[in-house]
């Protein structure tokens, strides 16, 4: 059978491991393919093609749930689930998405994108189940990486508690989250997949040497007595954490023995109650340039399937804001010691892997853990360190309460960079750093700010640095800036709370946040090209916001069009127009953003356009609020 021939997975029932492995062969020469061809997460799915072949051949998938942390290895289970013809769209506008996704397939039981929800969504369930006496399995698949995270724990500490709740957790350890896995939990993880053979020899130990040639017979009595030494190593009992938390631990497994991997989830179906089972893969497994630089090719822009060298752009791209954030902020931590840069397992992502090879000591990486990641931000600062939390705009909401409840109530100077804030492309609306405005703009004491390039960035991380009477958030999207020119050092801090006038105009008032800016200003040129002029404000600050500059502007102008990267509700124009009305300004306020809508995977520009947000038409749309002229067709 050809894997374009399966449509479900429970085909694979009946197959020979020979007919498994052929069809392994072939999901990862499309897999390599398609990444190949369109980009999307590389590695993460190579590495669990036996495992996937392995667990659905021992399941019922017309009746059983297989969950998936995060997803992003999960197009093996794409492919067998019916979406090998579409495949082709991967992460594409209206094609397949990059992680699970409940309405796109029906064997998409969890969607997920942001990692650990895994095994508590998979217990929820099977506590259904139960209750409403139905019977199926329900199967977490979690990775080493994802296992760090404090949801994955917390759902492991219920499932142990509940002995007659039959689930099944599959652990993938590859021994990578998107850089090498951090912490005391990947380190005995890690211990136990060495300790096999330690295991083999003291259980078969004399039985290893009676067969050696000549000597093995008169080693017997030495043999005893070495026997009884091994006795006393200390070799963990394998599994023992897990067991201890009310788990029957099984492992390790050979994640790429498809013999022992069916041998073993058949096993494991037997057991009542809450198993684990703990499978060793290969990050990458079967490319031999992946395995070899497994950070490189978690993800991949499209690339030379030969070279694995990503296919070169047309023309040269201004650098990324990631790495210009990084490299100033390296800059600076060089001067002051009491730097000390955070990530949540994105070292790679944020850039801060520059200031871990130049400033180790100023580095820290928590693993999948951004609560964490906050409170010991908080905790640095009260004892006069200066953290920086870089944190994702959208893996940041994992910490919502920890900004209140140990930053912000306490006051405390933690300096928060929300990389990818804004329309992130192709990894969907779990990615989408959407909300971030909204979400911080409401609790007291937090600054907010957003530059409108990568030069402005870099005096706002020095802002950043130097505010250190209380938190403050610096919000920046993905990708490239602008090419403007930037400075090596000596960036000037900027005013706290003060924004700048970049435009004169007497018509309508145009105020940008961040990276609307820039488009802001383009949309002031071409509604003069319809005679209307338009002043425009680089706020610069959401909080404070420069009142002082914008509503006497207001006032006098009458017409007020705010435009941000984020969600409308509670975001940028909401604070404007919160402004003037709390100083008795009454003027229409046009907030041009993003809708109470989510904004689906595509590229930035895609979405953009769908979402009104390209500078001809906010330009239109400012045309169409405030000056009654229909709108051209749009070009
Ligand atoms: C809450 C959250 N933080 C960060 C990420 C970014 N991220 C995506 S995959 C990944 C590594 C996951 O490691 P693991 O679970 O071991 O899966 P692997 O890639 O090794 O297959 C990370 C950190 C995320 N998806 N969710
Ligand atoms: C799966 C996951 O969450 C990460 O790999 C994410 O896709 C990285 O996003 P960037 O590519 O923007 O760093
Ligand atoms: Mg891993």
Excluded at 300 to 315: D, E, H, M, V, Y
Excluded at 357 to 380: C, F, M, R, S, W
Excluded at 487 to 501: D, T
Aim: charged share 20%; with cysteine; net charge negative.
């Amino acid at each position: 059978m050809h894997l374009s021939e399966i449509t479900h997975p429970n085909q694979l029932h009946g197959l020979s491991i020979r007919q498994l492995q052929q069809i392994a062969r072939q999901i990862r020469d499309k897999h390599l393919q398609t990444v190949a061809e369109f980009g999307g997460h590389l590695g993460p799915g190579l590495g669990v093609v036996e495992l996937t072949l392995g667990l659905y051949q021992t399941l019922d998938l017309d009746r059983d749930k297989v969950i998936w942390d995060v997803g992003h290895q999960a197009y093996p289970h794409k492919l067998i689930t019916g979406r090998y013809s579409d495949f082709h769209t991967l992460r594409q506008k209206d094609g397949i998405a990059g992680y699970l996704k409940r309405g796109e397939n029906k064997f998409d039981h969890f969607g997920a994108g942001h990692a650990s929800t895994s095994i508590s969504a998979a217990l929820g369930m099977a506590l259904a189940r139960d209750m409403n006496g139905e019977k199926f399995k329900a199967v977490a698949v979690i990775g080493d990486g994802a296992l760090t995270g404090g949801m994955a724990l917390e759902a492991i500490n219920h499932a142990g508690h509940l002995p007659k709740t039959n689930l099944l957790v599959v652990l993938n350890d590859n021994e990578m989250s998107i850089s090498p896995n951090v912490g005391a939990i990947p380190r005995y993880l890690n211990k136990m997949r060495l300790s096999p053979p330690v295991q083999f020899i003291k259980d078969n130990f004399e039985e290893q040497f009676k067969h050696i040639p000549f000597v093995g017979e008169s080693l017997s009595p030495e043999l005893g007595r070495i026997k009884e030494g091994m006795k006393r190593l200390a070799v963990p009992k394998v599994g023992a954490v897990f067991e201890e938390l009310g788990f029957t631990y099984m492992g390790p497994v050979d994640g790429h023995n498809l013999e022992e991997l069916i041998a073993t989830f058949q096993q494991a179906h037997q057991i009542a109650g809450p198993v684990l089972v703990h499978v060793a893969t290969i990050k990458g497994k079967g490319y031999e340039l992946a395995e070899k630089d497994q950070v490189g090719y978690h993800a991949q822009t499209p690339f030379n399937l030969t070279t694995g060298k990503a296919i070169p752009s047309n023309k040269p791209k201004p650098p990324a804001y990631a790495k210009v954030f990084s490299h100033t902020l390296v800059k600076l931590a060089e001067q002051n010691p009491k730097i000390i840069g955070i990530t949540a397992a994105m070292a790679t992502g944020t850039g801060l892997d520059k200031l871990q090879a130049k400033l180790p000591n100023q580095y820290i990486d928590v693993g999948i853990a951004e609560q964490h990641a906050v409170t010991l931000a908080a905790g640095l600062a009260t004892e006069g360190m200066r953290p920086v939390a870089a944190i994702y705009s959208t893996f940041l909401q994992r910490a919502y309460d920890q900004i209140i409840h140990d930053v912000c109530i306490q006051n405390l100077p933690v300096f928060f960079c929300l990389d990818r804030a804004g329309i992130v492309g192709s990894d969907g609306p779990t990615h989408q750093g959407m909300y971030d405005i909204a979400y911080l703009r409401c609790i007291p004491n937090i600054v907010m700010m957003a530059p409108k390039d990568e030069a402005e960035m870099q005096r706002m991380v020095v802002t950043g640095i130097e505010h250190t009477t209380g938190p403050i958030a610096m919000r920046f999207p993905r990708g490239n800036g602008y090419g403007v020119p930037l400075m090596e050092e000596g960036w000037e801090p900027l005013e706290i709370g003060k924004g700048e006038i970049l435009r004169n105009g007497d018509d309508v008032l145009i105020i940008g946040y961040g990276t609307m800016v820039y488009p802001s200003m383009q949309a002031a040129e071409i509604l003069s090209e319809h005679g209307i002029e338009a002043t425009v404000i680089n706020a610069r600050f959401v909080k404070p916001l420069d009142t002082e500059l914008i509503v006497p502007l207001a006032q006098k102008i009458g017409r007020v069009v705010t435009l941000e990267e984020g969600c409308v509700m509670g975001g940028f124009g909401s604070a404007v127009a919160e402004a003037l009305l709390d100083a008795d300004v009454v003027v229409p306020v046009k907030r041009i953003g993003i809708p109470d809508v989510l904004v689906e995977h595509a590229t930035p520009d895609e979405s953009k356009a769908e979402l009104g947000l390209t500078s001809r038409q906010i330009a239109e749309r400012v045309l169409q609020a405030y000056f009654q002229k229909q709108p051209s067709p749009v070009s």
